[in-house]
């Protein structure tokens, strides 16, 4: 299961603040048959209307059913403000280039991510890149930063609304 095909299946339901996918393990000390998921929304809001919509009508990704388990650790909302997960860069080709983030998002500033979406727009003075992180937490906002200080003047990150809000 990819991270574009769990998120593309959440849709209408809020934006996403956190989420982690865990493939199935054959070996090694523990034995995970099927794939998990964590996912963690800005709001408690969003995940009791997904939670809600998911016990009426089962939450499935790729035509595979899930069981879907409320976290066990509760955590207080945080505020949206106009942040999302989603970024749009916009700059210099030569640095809003997908190959050249890549290598510096995970070379130069040890980011781990995952993509949903990616779409790159190049052009011969300005490209842009819409990039749907995973997560917010930890790949977005940490990726948002970094683009609008060490870019500053030559390219520069806004966020932009979650597809997962939308219905």
Known sequence: MSNSQFLG?????????????????????????????????????????????????????????????????????????????VLRIVGHPLIVDPEYLHRVITQEWGVRYDTDTMQHTPGAETSEIIWAFGSFRAQAHIIYGNINKYFMGHARAIYVADPCVQG
Request: proline share 5%.
């Open 9 to 85: 299946s959440i849709r209408g339901i809020g934006p996403v603040y956190a989420c982690h996918l865990t493939d199935p393990t054959q070996g090694g000390p523990k034995i995970w048959e099927t794939a998990a998921a964590s996912l963690t929304f800005f709001t408690a809001d969003a995940a009791n209307k997904f939670l809600a919509r998911h016990a009426i009508d089962p939450f499935t990704v790729g035509g595979h059913k899930t069981k879907i388990i409320r976290h066990r650790i509760k955590t207080r909302g945080s505020a949206v403000n106009g942040r999302s997960r």
